[in-house]
């Protein structure tokens, strides 16, 4: 959950690759460019090209998946004045979302979410550097990514997206990450509400196991969401005028949007706390049931096994030297003694049962 | 409980009617027009006809029952300049309840609240646009609405409405929504009072049930009602200018009634909670009797069954080949052995009853 | 505990008086009269003699008490102008305490509260009406009131009162009001400590009913006293003129008397909340007593009743056809068959006890 | 817990001396003259004295202990222009600690608080009047001050205290009241830190009972410790002139310490919180444990006297008409039949430890 | 927990040194000095000579490690003007994380944290003052430290940190610091984690210890860190003119790691009460499950255990003087018995497994 890729106490804006694991995957370099007439698309293959092909006439949108190699980052760098300190924020993933403004880019950090094969929520950090007239994506894994919609809408010219400036390109892409958490929650929402229904029919020990991971991955999400709305709520009220005032009325909507995102986390929150407490009652109650059976059995047989003990005692046995003896255990040679023993113990189990029903035990 | 309708990352402002399911219903279209001699109302059946019917000098209310079908709602917005993503609020049903100014014009969601007929507490999304002498309220679903009352003050000329301006409509339409909280969390209210007696006397599964979904029904409405609260202020302190200050004053105690409302909502939440703590208590006391009943009883009859057990041992009984031997169980012979031992068996169980009466478990 | 008494979506300010149940009861009203030498009291019994009585060049107090007839509140509203939005609150009870500044007046909504016979703690609204040279006093019921102390220091002219204005009169009432919390939280606060000591001895399930009831009261304190503070506050910062500043210094001690009281408040709820837990952790303990004298008991008596039953079967009868057999249970003829047994299972036994003694079971 | 002197309703600013119980303790008088040169200390006996033996042209000091007479105070007010709500709180002990400005003199209301004889935390009211060259001190008990150390160093003119103004005098004596919290705390420490070890290693219910009074101890202190935080920074940002910039230095080291108290009391009460967690954790695991010992002996052996029980059946008997009938239990007779029914039952209790043992309940 | 040194109410500013325990340990002095181009460093044994080594044209770290001895401290605080107050907070370990301005310097003091040989989380107390080109760091135990990464820094020159004024060098301090929680707090973290996994499968109670030991130190790292956040807010937010403009930048990265700190603080803290909740469920759960076994086997042999017993009854003996008595057991002389009554006893054996079957207790 932590991940930090630096020793501490190192030196500010050191930039360390990703090449843990299985060797340095080189990124994916995209490169986009466009104004309300004209676009073109490149997939880069050596980073020493990149610059090379950027047209500053147009608004370009460079998209960099992956970060094993940094070198196309630091050609950009160079290129835009990236601030260095931005660049490990790019590289040190596991930032909370945020913006931050330099001198002529705002830099944005926000976490993507999606739901990979096995059903789990994955977060991915994705970093946007946004200037005059270009904006930088840089996603930490290549796989999976949720820009494929404004790639659409670009190639279409559908909407105002290739009318409009840079910051609405950046607006857009925000806007996409924030999309996607609905679904997410969705799923979610979906799950915790079947497993609600399953608990109040039958509470198992696996719902519990379930609701717990659902927890996690509210904790995890609300981490996400909450900074995300003082995120935009920043941009919002950025005055660096890398925002324009028209983008701004669509941030608005944006902001609204973080706002419904948290209002969701904190209502399955309060459900899943809910059904927490559902679980534990229920089990209580399973618990006092089976003692209840337990009890009534119990003590309904207890008795009479003593009883029936009582009449196996070998008191009225004839002693060895057949010498003549007082009758110890009458009872046993009474001509109704086995029927009225019978008759007896029939008794206290009735008298038993009505007592354990108006207990309400039965 | 999450309800959006269009692909995350689509282009902002994309309209999709509501067409699920069944088919698209077309929506109710209903006109109402007045000043403060004249009144008139039409009910809407070809959206192409709207237009024509709408008198300019008059103040205008056109309420739209439904989302099935968008051309009436496409329609006004071309009259009227509304924005696109408030348009795309109103089909997103679901929205938080919230007040967003526009160029000439306010744009009000709000959560209407009522009981159906299986006592379920139902959510239905209201949107007001509020313009300078319009009124224009879209509702997600046709059933039901809580706006008759206003109609109706309309329809004779009570009170100042007829006389007011349209701001003094959207308020009344708001306060109208406000007050029918009240009834819903007055029934709420009684039933948790019923469960907490039920509880108190006999406390069943089936309550924690009802308290289970009391509860979720409370989480649902302080969604509801906290916005709805910000929503009120706003309004409140709207330098838009088309709120009026005489309908100020009137708002003033709609804000009153809001933060009632959330007072309401957090007492249910807390009585709930305490309730929820006092059955688990109860199930918890209950187990501990169940077991004192189990405990009492077995306590007392195991040893006496061990007791018996003893005398039905066949150590007395002669060898087959008749040797002589001591004699191996003397007090089967003794003339008294049974009745001394069913004194003894009589002591044992009434020590035990004053020891588990002293401890307070009979 | 929701008091509504209009239906929603009422035009605003309709006025009905309380005449449910019982028929209308007329309301009692009380005029008083003062100057710093003259001092004048009067009992109304017709409405219409009201404002024939009232001296303009004095302070009044006109004190209602019930709100089974709403003809003298007319009667004033006209003659001191006061806004129908504060009438309608004033009959629709249960409001939150709060003031509201009209033009020439303004209006203060208060709980009043006070045991009852029965114990039981109740709440009482008092609207407050504070004008030029008058304070109109509303209440619910007109059984109780607080204001006893009040009239006797006017009647006796003692202090400052009688040469104060009318806003020294409306701070008088408030502060009694006020005043008032503090014997009934006093009361609670014994009855918990009574509870807490009967609980740390021997706890009982009328406990937890006694406190879930005092958990309710302290939620419904709590709504009243909240907003107490935010009024009183208010009043200490009005601009409206109609508190002077001698006054606003004896406002501030009634501040701090709002702030002791929401701390006791939250100090008892924290309170309850501790001996709730001790309660369930009591219970938890007990029913751990409980099965571990169960368990004892069983544990020792179970083996020793099944070696006694092992003795008890009939393998060494002789067969009825009296054959020749081997010896099938040849402890059963050994001499010291049955001291044997005995001794074994007294080392059973005293093994057990050891055993148990040392898990800290006995 | 709750202490007011006056009946409710009464007239501002009532003084009522303490005379309950024992009948009035005469409070004691300690005066206290110094300038950077001289030191002067007397013992005042009769309030009368008072005023003669103050020298208007040094820094005074004057002490009162005890609330049982209150005629020195009433001499001290007069002469002083001490404000009477100001008096009046000084005799309703169990005010909050606040600090209030008047005209020419500051009020300030601490809690002290120490341990006595029964280690009980005890909380005392002081108030201090901090007026243009003198303090004037009530405290309400005679016994017990924490004012000692502040007189040693007045009597020995250590550090800067002699010439220092009375606001550095003022400080001196809140710093003292704060500095005697941390002994108190770092005892109640010690006390949980205690209660943990012995909890972790064999939890009993007299850790509960005194977890329970720690608790309601942190409680306690809460309620004096926050507003303290307050009162130190009222005076920190003071514009009355009455604390000078030299001593608000000091005042905020002051407010370090309240702060660092408040930080002490809620990680203690974070830490009671998770013990009495902890507790209930360890409770339902030895009830899961007893019951365990229970369930595996009474699962082993009740199946095995069943199987006794069976060969202690009678059916193999000869009827009494000796008629030939064929053998019911040939068991019985068998020559081993004894040895493999023991062999059977070996088996069924080795196969049920494993299974237990595979269970982990063993 | 609690750490102070002097008694209370003593004079404030009173410098005790730590020679508690085994005697006063000498701390060590290291001093640093350097500029752009040259760097010098001493390891200073005798205090005296201290001064005697400080360049004032260069920018000078001195490094005391360990409080046993106050003179080089003394000897600093008359050089550089330090503040007594700021003297005293560097002996009073234990004080919350702030920052201080005095006249000509600030005064920092930050937690450090590290895991010591035992695994324990240590805190220790640093304190950093900062002049116009001097810093001073004052640590409370000489063992451990975490600047050595900042050492190597300024040895090799590497990164800006020889070019910078004495301000980053604080910063860079400060930096080192924060990021020594991380590592801690990913200790930490991975072993709430494994925890998890093992509460998932096997619930123990050693878990439930270290979950209660994981939440302490959760306490006291939030504790640390939430002051933290404000310590280098409170440094961004500087205008005595110590932090320059180009450190602020640098700062601004520090706040994020504070505020990422708090974060993971946080949903650890979440976590454990989450998985506290687990292990109590998983608990309930057992104690179900052992009950369930024991009410099964129970309820089945108890009933069988009963009938044999009946036939294990002595009724059917011949009395002794022979007399012709009515057979009182019938059943035990048909031939039929034995078989019918293990008959019926196997059905209702097997009636109560698919009883309990359906109930799903098997």
């Known amino acids: 959950m932590l991940k930090r890729h630096f020793a501490p ?3 500010p804006a050191t930039l360390v690759p ?36 950027i047209d500053a006439g147009k608004i370009t949108w460079i998209n960099i998946d992956g970060l094993g190699d940094i070198d196309a980052l630091e050609l950009l760098a160079r290129k835009y004045g990236l601030h260095p300190l931005a660049l490990e924020d790019v590289l040190n993933t596991g930032q909370r979302p945020k913006v931050e403004e330099f001198q002529d880019h705002l830099f944005i950090v926000a976490q993507m979410v999606y739901q990979d094969a096995t059903e789990c929520i994955c977060g991915e950090q994705v970093s946007i550097f946004l200037g005059k007239n270009y904006v930088i994506t840089v996603q930490e894994e290549p796989e999976y990514d949720v820009f494929n919609p404004v790639r659409e809408r670009l190639r279409a010219g559908r909407g105002s997206i290739r009318k409009s400036k840079a910051d609405y390109l950046a607006y857009a892409l925000l806007d ?16 915790i509400e079947d497993l609600e229904d399953q608990l109040l029919e ?14 996690r991955s509210l904790t995890q999400l609300r981490r996400y969401v ?8 920043g941009l919002l009220h950025d005055n660096s005028g890398q925002i324009k005032a028209p983008t701004k009325v669509f941030l608005r909507d944006c902001y609204d949007h973080t706002v ?26 399973r618990t006092n049931e089976v003692m209840r059976v337990l009890t009534v059995i119990t003590s309904i047989f207890i008795p009479l096994t003593f009883i029936v003990g ?6 009225s046995q004839e002693p060895p030297d057949n010498k003549t003896m007082p009758l110890n255990m009458p009872e046993l040679y009474s001509p109704h003694g086995y029927i009225v023993v019978m008759g007896v113990m029939l008794v206290i189990a009735v008298a038993q049962l009505v007592f354990f029903r108006r207990k309400g035990w039965l």
Do not use: C
């Open 260 to 285: 419904q995102l948290m209002d969701f986390v904190e209502s399955y929150k309060e459900i899943t706390t809910g059904l927490m407490e559902l679980y534990h009652s229920s089990v209580g109650l």
């Open 18 to 53: 990703h090449t843990e694991g299985e060797g340095a995957v080189k990124p994916r370099i995209h490169l986009l460019e466009y104004d309300a007439n004209s676009f073109a698309e490149h997939e880069v293959t050596e980073s020493a090209d990149l610059l090379a092909l």
């Open 176 to 191: 996409s990450i924030i999309d996607h958490y609905f679904p997410v929650l969705d799923e979610l929402g979906r799950s």
């Open 202 to 215: 039958n509470p198992e020990r696996s719902m519990v196991l379930k609701l717990h991971e659902h927890r």
């Open 226 to 233: 909450w900074p995300l709305r003082d995120l935009v709520n």
């Open 9 to 11: 106490g190192a030196s």
């Open 310 to 315: 009582v009449y196996g005692m070998n008191f």
